[in-house]
């Protein structure tokens, strides 16, 4: 073997040996470790808290690992099935060729887009928040307050085409979202107020806001509960198949929006200073960027994103508004934010995987029997592990990044 | 941080804020005057009954002309008004505001009792009990704050609290189902501040995290097992304890002394915590560690020790708290059963300036408008429920704002201690 034979294979495994360590510092690998750290813990909690688990480890201590698997994998198996569709009863319906009966099969993975949709509108709400520097926990209260503006108009404005009548619902959501931001905005702005406590105050006054306005002016004059009367037919989000299929063009919408924040964040001035305010005040301040001006405006445009949430749900979903119609959105795309690095592609890419996984859980919580809160367990285990990644670091022995570039900076508890 | 050298200026004695405060008594004043005076007729009565339902107490009720008693109430803050704008009440301004505010809820009540009948000590009372998880919630976020760390999490701990409460009191008795609750608190701020002292997470987000869990794992656990065997969701409820000599004193012993451990506790509490917190070796470290930790750790206080310690006792606060929920009030577990109160015991906090008697007065005061929102109906004045009970959330918002005073934060609150 020559000298030179020798150096070229130490080249060679340096190559591979580059790759990885390439891999375990890239945030990718991190959030993929994540999910999957998550996903673990979350089979394990389903196996503790089965019955027959125990039962089995009477028998033999790998009689009750089996059933223990057993039960996180039909979970998740039947997961899978709510979220996606029955490959095998998908797969029998084509070949039978009744178009119901093919639309019946393929209904959980359009269901699952339609419950994405929010998710991507509230997830980019809080998103933009995170940009600079501030914690929108609001989002599920300017979802309510989007959403109450949006049936106002659907409902109210009467004789439109749906051309002009279904853009000024969504504006209408989109200001009726604004509002409730502008207000936390302007008091952080102003006097410093920190917008967490703000937004979570807002939360509440929006929730007995829409309570008062739906057994009040709202209130289906028609029906005995707090339900509002169905939106006009002009105002609706167009459905693109039949029933049972509920997916709308909300879905495009949202993309589109999505790829304007971007637009926005990266490739305009403006959202540079908002970014560079958001990472760094002082330095921003002494760049001469107007701090006010650019918190209160993100602000806007975060509750007015989750406010499009709301709008979304009443024309494309619900065609009215009932008390609770938001099963948790905006809290959810805290965790959604976080997971998705406050970049719009990483936000949709998570938001349909909640969709997936929240749309799964209510299969799953029918045919297999778990609470469908078991998301949210996920969820927590999965942000923990995010939001600290050392802890992902030191179980898969992952080394240190040199910068954290997607660290969330967020502003602190008083004020400046 | 900036905010503080800005509070030095905004200080009681600036003149802005003299005459800010003195045409808010006055306009609180024309308030009483133009809305409840004017609309009222003369010769009309109004009824206080000063005896809480179920208690055994003889007092007579209140009877006295509405008329006259609104009139001198807004005499009295149109005085008040004067007094501030010409020379200024200092120091006793926020008193002096406490006064008025409540002058105007007295009028209030006279105005909207007018011509009926009111059970004032039974509103009194249920303010008291509805304060009782607020104040805990809110003595909770103190002993974290006040070292430094944010905790926005008490929803979570009492939560969770709530539930081992009920599932441990039903397996075993009440005093073990408290204990455990007390402890399942301490473990989640525990993990808190694992997360928020060595791992350097934003405390934000690590506060949010543990929520989510709280919600999830409670709500999970309830649906998998307490639902179906109800056997486990059956703790019992501490029973109520008539103090002796205390509860016989007229008016005030029915609303303060006949109640569940609960309320004691946090009467104990107050005085417990405002006496650590101020007049001890351990209080003055807590808060050095809150307001300047490089300068304590300087002095040679173990930083990390201290947030530690106070993080988790401020989790056992929560977590008894919690239990309030299971074994003080309800008897069971219900999925989100605290419905925000860890929230609204955050903003009492804030509300209360991070020290226990002003939480206790803002979970008063709360507490007093979560009572009145439910007597509404029965007092058929138009203003509806829904809208009465925005007021804490929105008076928060006030506060914070620094519209009536500055709020004083302690100043490391919410940052992550590197040492060097």
């Known amino acids: ?416 | 941080m900036a905010t503080n050298n800005n509070s030095a200026n905004y200080g009681q004695s600036s003149p802005t804020r003299r005459r800010v405060m003195g045409i808010v008594f006055l306009v609180i004043a024309g308030l009483i005057y133009f809305i409840f005076s004017r609309t009222l007729d003369p010769g009309v009565q109004t009824t206080f009954k000063m005896v809480p339902g179920g208690s055994k107490q003889d007092i007579p009720d209140w009877i006295f002309n509405s008329l006259p008693l609104i009139n001198i109430l807004a005499g009295l803050s149109l005085l008040a008004g004067g007094y501030q704008l010409a020379r200024g009440f200092k120091k006793r301004t926020n008193l002096v505001l406490g006064l008025v505010g409540g002058m105007f809820i007295f009028a209030f009540l006279t105005w909207a009792t007018a011509d009926g009948s009111l059970n004032l000590a039974g509103l009194i009372r249920s303010a008291l009990v509805k304060a009782v998880p607020l104040t805990l919630g809110a003595m909770s976020g103190v002993l974290c704050e006040r070292s430094g760390v944010v905790n926005i999490a008490i929803e979570g701990m009492m939560l969770t609290g709530a539930f081992v409460g009920a599932l441990v009191g039903s397996l075993t008795n009440i005093y073990i189902g408290l204990l455990a609750a007390v402890l399942s608190g301490g473990l989640l701020a525990a993990v808190l501040a694992v997360l928020s002292i060595k791992y350097k997470t934003d405390q934000i987000i690590s506060g949010t995290v543990i929520n989510i869990f709280a919600t999830g794992i409670t709500s999970f656990l309830s649906a998998r097992f307490l639902q179906k065997y109800q056997e486990l969701n059956d703790p019992g409820r501490f029973p109520t304890i008539k103090v002796p000599v205390l509860s016989d004193i007229p008016f005030i012993g029915p609303i303060m002394f006949e109640h569940n451990i609960f309320v004691y506790a946090v009467f104990i509490f107050l005085i417990v915590l405002t006496i650590a917190l101020y007049y001890t070796r351990w209080g003055l470290r807590t808060r050095s560690v809150g307001e300047h930790p490089k300068a304590a750790d300087t002095l040679g206080i173990n930083v990390f020790r201290t947030r530690y310690v106070s993080v988790i006792l401020g989790g056992f606060m929560a977590g008894f708290g919690g239990a309030y929920f299971t074994l003080g009030s309800v008897g069971r577990f219900d999925e989100l059963m605290t419905a925000g109160r860890g929230f609204i015991g955050l903003a009492a906090m804030i509300f209360g300036n991070w020290n226990p008697f002003g939480s206790f007065s803002a979970g008063m005061l709360f507490g007093f408008f979560d009572a009145l929102a439910s007597k509404m109906a029965i007092l058929k004045v138009a203003i509806p429920s829904e809208i009465m009970l925005m007021f804490p959330y929105l008076a928060t918002m006030v506060i914070l704002a620094g519209v009536v005073g500055r709020s004083q934060m302690p100043a490391a609150d919410g940052t992550p201690y590197e040492k060097e």
């Open chain 1, 1 to 416: 073997m020559s000298e030179n034979e020798k150096t070229q294979d130490k080249k060679k495994k340096d190559a591979g040996k580059v790759f990885l360590e390439e891999v375990s510092k890239s945030p990718l690998t991190l959030t993929i470790l994540a999910i999957i750290s998550g996903l673990i813990l979350g089979g394990l909690l389903v196996a503790v808290t089965t019955v027959e688990v125990y039962e089995a480890f009477d028998v033999s201590f790998w009689e009750g690992i089996k059933t223990g698997a057993r039960a996180a994998w039909s979970t998740y198996e039947a997961l899978f099935y709510g979220s996606v569709g029955n490959p095998g009863k998908i797969i029998d319906a084509i070949k039978g060729g009744d178009a119901e009966e093919i639309r019946r099969a393929v209904n959980p993975f359009f269901e699952s887009l339609v419950v994405s949709t929010p998710y991507i509108f509230a997830g980019l709400a809080v998103a933009l928040g995170f940009r600079v520097g501030l914690f929108n926990i609001g989002a599920e209260g300017q979802i309510y307050i989007g959403a109450a503006a949006t049936v106002t108009a659907a409902i109210f404005l009467k004789g439109l085409p749906a051309i002009v009548h279904i853009p000024v619902s969504l504006l209408a959501g989109f200001i009726g979202g604004g509002l409730w931001g502008l207000v936390p905005g302007l008091l952080k702005a102003t006097t410093g107020g920190h917008e967490v406590i703000n937004t979570i105050m807002m939360n509440y006054i929006a929730f007995r806001l829409s309570e008062f306005l739906l057994r009040g002016p709202l209130k289906n004059p028609d029906g005995f509960t707090p339900v509002s009367a169905p939106i006009e037919q002009s105002a609706r989000l167009l459905r693109l198949f039949d029933s049972p299929i509920r997916f709308h063009i909300g879905f495009f919408i949202a993309l589109f929006v999505a790829f304007l924040v971007y637009l926005l964040l990266f490739k305009t001035t403006w959202g540079y200073t908002l970014r560079t305010v958001g990472a760094n005040p002082r330095a921003a301040k002494y760049a001469g960027m107007n701090i006010v001006q650019t918190t209160v405006i993100a602000m806007v445009l975060s509750g007015g994103l989750a406010g499009l949430a709301g709008a979304n749900e009443v024309l494309g979903v619900n065609h009215n508004l009932a008390l609770a119609f938001s099963s948790g959105y905006g809290f959810d795309a805290i965790a959604l934010a976080l997971l998705g690095k406050s970049n719009p592609v990483g936000v949709v890419l998570s938001a349909i995987m909640f969709g997936f996984l929240r749309n799964g859980a209510i299969q799953m919580q029918l045919s297999a029997g778990i609470p469908i809160d078991i998301i949210s367990v996920l969820q927590a285990f999965i942000l923990a592990f995010i939001a600290a990644p050392a802890i992902i670091r030191t179980i898969y022995r992952l080394k240190e990044p040199d910068i954290d570039i997607d660290a969330v900076t967020l502003r602190g508890w008083g004020g400046n």
